[in-house]
């Protein structure tokens, strides 16, 4: 059994910053790919950002230069920094995990720029 927590969301205004995180838990032996997608409301999931085991990323264009996506694999955790935050970043933020041969999701964490 294997278990996603995620953390971090909230409500900022535009041009701030949000640290996510999402950590699993349980019967784990490998994380392969990490990721984080997002879904605003009346649009379909798109991806934000990925990252290899051994650490190499990819970003939707939509973020580059604004987002870092990083992991700690000792800890089984995932992280996403978002800076300069815009109002087109809202939207539920969802982890991804490749556990062993497993897709697993968190379970959303909300996040709204807003003035």
């Known amino acids: 059994q294997v278990q996603l927590v995620e953390s971090g969301g909230g409500l900022v205004q535009p041009g701030g910053s949000l640290r996510l995180s999402c950590a699993a838990s349980?019967?784990?032996?490998?994380?392969?790919?990490m990721g984080w997608y997002r879904q605003a409301p009346g649009k379909q999931r798109e991806l934000v950002a990925t990252i290899s085991r051994r650490g190499s990323t990819n970003y939707a264009d939509s973020v580059k230069g604004r987002f870092t996506i990083s992991r700690e694999n000792a800890n089984n955790t995932v992280f996403l920094q978002m800076n300069s935050l815009k109002p087109e970043d809202t939207a539920v933020y969802y982890c991804n995990l490749q556990i062993d041969v497993v897709d697993y999701w968190g379970q959303g964490t909300q996040v709204t720029i807003s003035s």
């Open positions: 349980g019967s784990i032996f490998r994380i392969y790919a």
